[in-house]
Structure formats: structure tokens, C-alpha cells
């Protein structure tokens, strides 16, 4: 796989796993065909700027700062995506040229370089598989759910009416679905080479149970192979987010926060992103306090390290020295513990002129520290 680790994404379930290379190998199956597409879109452009490029180096319409200060234009900056200069030849030591008359008379020892071209193509190709994959199986994961029981998966793509066409035969214990699942691209040229993907999947017939189904949606079937009813799978899913401690509130329209950016979350209190007039997904602060404490524990720290000293425990600590950092024994380890504290100096019974000395505390936070 390219950047994209979908087999990590899906590792709990076998069954999407082997789905997720299936679907890999299908597209490199009949990759060649796109890869030699995007090759001669990328490599044409390439050419195409060479020769402008060459044109106005040579006839002087290049002039001035190859790299001018941000904000303006220079044409043909980026020389080297499709040039090379062959510095050896032209018995220069490689330099660095900063404007268009200085690298001029050495037009002669420019060539055509088709290297970032490929890198960009290549690139581009494994873009497309990776989002192939990660789209389909983003679908296939939601109707196959939890079941792991595949017992067999068949992808056959044909090249009809100018893109893949593909068929999807996936068969469970005694269930089986197909659906067609299509490879379309078109490689724009201008003003530069943008790559176009569409790769749809649409669920054609059913069988569970010995019963026929034709074109079911998505949440049928996934209804159909679960078993569990879409009132069921939302409560689930309602279940199952709030025991990873996401709030409830998360992607909800905003309300009267709406317009702004950002804010207190009415939910849970996190100070939460907007984005579309929603609140982001996000933690509530009491499971983020526990992802951070479990954290620490598992480091040896103790999970108060860094958490504030309650009220009850600063009233115990009597008048400390003002420089310096106080102790206390911890509420959860009962080690003493160092102290980052806020204090105010005690000025009563402090002489005319004298230095206060002694502090009483008024807040603080256990420092970072170790279990025993
Ligand atoms: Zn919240
Ligand atoms: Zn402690």
C-alpha cells in the first residue's frame, strides 16, 4: 500500500482485511491502462513547458528574477520540474542562478527532464488505488459490519464505454451480495494535469437466507446481514461512542454558537471547533482527563502528575517559606510530592522595612512524578 495503511484501519476484522487486498490487487489489475494514461498526460505538459520555457529563455522574453519576492508572478520558476541543466558540460560548477540573464547563455545545456513528470504520475496512480481502496471498503465495512465469516470474494473489471466496469461477488455464511463497482477518471490537461476520480459502488442483488433481494440500499443490507435493526445499530452506535468518551454533541448543529468558530461545547464544556455551522467530534473532557491519566500510568507517572491539589488538601498546607516549591503528601500515591504553586506572601507581624519571608498557598498542581 501507498501512505495509506488501510489494513491497519480494518486490522480487528479478517474479513476486510482480505477484502482490502482484494480490492488493491483488482486495481492493479487493470492499473497499466491509468498509469499509461496519466504517464502521457504528465509527460506531454512536461514537454509542452520545456519548449515554452526553452523558446523564451533563449529570445529573451525571460527576464529578471527567476525567484522574485512572494506575491508576484514568475513563469517558468520551476524550470527543474522539466529541465536539467548540465552544469559538468557546460564547465560550470553548479550554481545557483537568480535571474533569467544569468542562466541565459547556457540555454545550450538545458534538456528535457521527464523525471518529476513520472514521480508526479506515479504519485497520482498510487493516490488513486489508495482512495479506491479506502472508499470501497469504507462502504463494504459498513454493510459486512462485524462478520468475519467470508468465505469468498471475486472482483472482474471490464473496459466498457470509456471506464472500469467492475463486478463485486462477496459471499458469507449463507449470505451472498454483488453490487457493481466502477473505476471512472478523466485527466484534465489545463492549465495544469488534474487527475479526476470517481469510483462508485451500488449494491445489485441479495441473498441471506435463501431469499432473493434486488438492488437493496446500503442500510438494507446491512440490516439483512447483521440481523440487527437500523433503531438497534444507532442505539449501538450511540452506546459505543459514549463509551469511547466521544460527546454526544459532536457534528450537532451548533445552535446559537453557530457562526462562531469556536466555543464551550453545551454538552460536555470542551472548548470545541465549528465547522459548517456543527460542533467537531471531539472528547468529552472527563474521558480526555482518563485517556491522559491512563497514559501516564502506563509510563510509571501517577495519574495526578500535572492535576490540580484539591481544596481540602491546600487548607491542610500551613504557612510555607516563599521561595521554593512546597510538598504535599499526593491524594493518590501518599508520596510527598513537589508543588507548582500560586502563594501570597504573608506581610503581618513583617517589621517596617523588612522582607515578607513566608507564603500561604493558594493553589497548585502536583509535579510530574513517579509510582513507587
Ligand atoms: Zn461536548
Ligand atoms: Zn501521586
Redesign the pocket.
Known amino acids: 500500500m501507498g501512505k495509506l495503511d488501510v489494513a491497519k484501519l480494518y486490522k480487528d476484522n479478517a474479513a476486510l482485511k482480505r477484502i482490502a487486498t482484494m480490492l488493491e490487487d483488482a486495481f492493479n489489475s487493470v492499473g497499466e491502462r491509468i498509469r499509461a494514461d496519466l504517464l502521457k498526460a504528465y509527460r506531454e505538459n512536461a514537454m509542452d513547458s520545456y519548449a515554452d520555457f526553452i523558446g523564451k529563455l533563449d529570445s529573451g522574453a525571460l527576464s529578471g528574477e527567476i525567484y522574485p519576492r512572494l506575491g508576484k508572478f514568475s513563469e517558468h520558476k520551476n524550470w527543474q520540474d522539466y529541465a536539467t541543466f548540465n552544469a559538468k558540460a557546460a564547465k560550470q560548477e553548479y550554481r545557483h542562478f537568480r535571474t533569467w540573464e544569468e542562466l541565459r547563455p547556457f540555454v545550450n545545456f538545458i534538456s528535457a527532464s521527464l523525471k518529476k513528470a513520472d514521480a508526479r504520475a506515479n504519485e497520482s496512480y498510487e493516490g488513486a488505488r489508495d482512495s479506491f481502496v479506502y472508499k470501497n471498503l469504507g462502504k463494504l465495512s459498513k454493510v459486512i459490519g462485524k462478520r468475519q465469516d467470508l468465505k469468498n470474494a471475486v472482483i472482474k473489471f471490464d473496459w466498457q464505454g470509456g471506464y472500469f466496469k467492475g463486478n463485486l461477488q462477496v459471499y458469507l455464511e449463507g449470505a451472498y451480495f454483488r453490487g457493481d463497482i466502477d473505476i471512472k477518471y478523466v485527466v484534465r490537461t489545463i492549465p495544469n494535469v488534474t487527475p479526476y476520480y470517481q469510483y462508485p459502488l451500488v449494491f445489485v442483488e441479495a441473498e441471506v437466507g435463501g431469499k432473493h433481494y434486488q438492488r437493496p440500499s446500503e442500510e438494507e443490507l446491512r440490516v439483512l446481514l447483521s440481523g440487527v435493526s437500523s433503531k438497534k445499530y444507532e442505539e449501538q452506535k450511540v452506546a459505543e461512542a459514549a463509551a469511547e468518551g466521544w460527546c454526544p454533541m459532536s457534528g450537532k448543529d451548533a445552535g446559537k454558537s453557530a457562526t462562531k468558530r469556536y466555543d464551550h461545547c453545551p454538552g460536555c464544556g470542551a472548548w470545541t471547533s465549528i465547522q459548517h455551522y456543527k460542533f467537531r467530534k471531539h472528547k468529552t473532557p472527563a474521558a480526555e482527563k482518563a485517556a491522559t491519566a491512563s497514559k501516564l500510568t502506563e509510563s510509571g507517572y ?1 495519574p ?1 502528575s500535572r492535576e490540580k491539589v484539591s481544596a481540602a488538601t491546600i487548607a491542610t498546607i500551613g504557612p510555607v517559606s516563599g521561595y521554593g516549591d512546597p510538598k504535599v503528601a ?1 491524594e ?2 501518599g ?1 510527598l ?1 513537589r508543588l507548582d504553586a500560586q502563594k501570597d506572601w504573608i506581610f503581618e507581624g513583617v517589621p517596617q522595612g523588612g522582607h515578607a519571608t513566608k507564603a500561604i498557598v493558594k493553589s497548585a498542581r ?1 509535579y510530574k ?1 513517579k509510582l513507587k
Open positions: 501517577c495526578k499526593c493518590h500515591c508520596q510530592t502536583y512524578h
